[in-house]
């Protein structure tokens, strides 16, 4: 059983920084994708992650948050994290960690994670 525990969301002020953590037990780690995906107030999830990394340690952004924010990864604790720096009010929403295991790349698109946590809050006030 997979299970997805995210942690880390807040209240900032614009240019302020949260780290988010996404704890994962129960899945197969030799092939895989996490990734953050959000869901502003009032709208749908978007369809795309914010952030993705493999099994290789790639990466990648969404242009809105590059060079703002990291995502990484420990495998110790099983553990990812999105660091979220210059955060900005668009920057507002809940925050889920998502995980894909039956591929050791990366597709964006919220379909292809099969696997969801609860989700965080993060909200930036300016």
């Known amino acids: 059983q997979v299970q997805l525990v995210e942690s880390g969301g807040g209240s900032v002020q614009a240019g302020g920084s949260l780290r988010l953590s996404c704890a994962a037990s129960g899945g197969t780690y030799d092939r895989f994708c996490f990734g953050w995906f959000r869901q502003a107030p009032g709208m749908e999830r978007e369809g795309v992650a914010v952030?993705?990394?493999?099994?290789?340690?790639?990466?990648n952004y969404v242009d809105s948050v590059k060079g703002r924010f990291t995502i990484s990864r420990d495998n110790d604790k099983n553990t990812v994290y999105l660091q979220m720096n210059s955060l900005k009010p668009e920057d507002t929403a809940m925050y889920y960690c998502?995980?894909?295991?039956?591929?050791?790349?990366?597709?964006?698109?919220?379909?292809?994670?099969?696997?969801w946590g609860q989700g965080t809050q993060v909200t930036v006030s300016s």
């Open positions: 952030a993705v990394i493999d099994v290789n340690r790639g990466t």
């Open positions: 998502a995980a894909d295991f039956t591929r050791a790349y990366c597709l964006w698109e919220y379909t292809n994670f099969g696997y």
